[in-house]
């Protein structure tokens, strides 16, 4: 790999690509969401069931 960008002139733009799996982290924010959406909902049903 050292040998390929030796050979490159210094002020040649190099880009890489982290590779990584999209679905995963779709469905990370899907759980993520999910959980906020039930602490949200017992943090209201809490306060809702006191008030009456």
Same mark, same amino acid.
């Given at each position: =790999?050292?040998? %390929?960008?030796? #050979? &490159?002139?210094? #002020?040649?733009? /190099?880009? @890489?690509?982290? +590779?990584?799996?999209?679905? +995963? /982290? #779709?469905? &990370?924010?899907?759980?993520? %969401? @999910? =959980? /906020?959406?039930?602490?949200? =909902?017992?943090?209201?049903? #809490? @306060? ?5």
């Amino acid at each position: =790999m050292l040998a %390929l960008l030796d #050979r &490159l002139d210094p #002020r040649t733009i /190099v880009l @890489a690509d982290k +590779a990584y799996d999209g679905n +995963a /982290v #779709r469905k &990370l924010a899907d759980n993520f %969401l @999910a =959980m /906020v959406k039930l602490a949200s =909902m017992r943090l209201w049903l #809490r @306060a809702y069931e006191s008030t009456a």
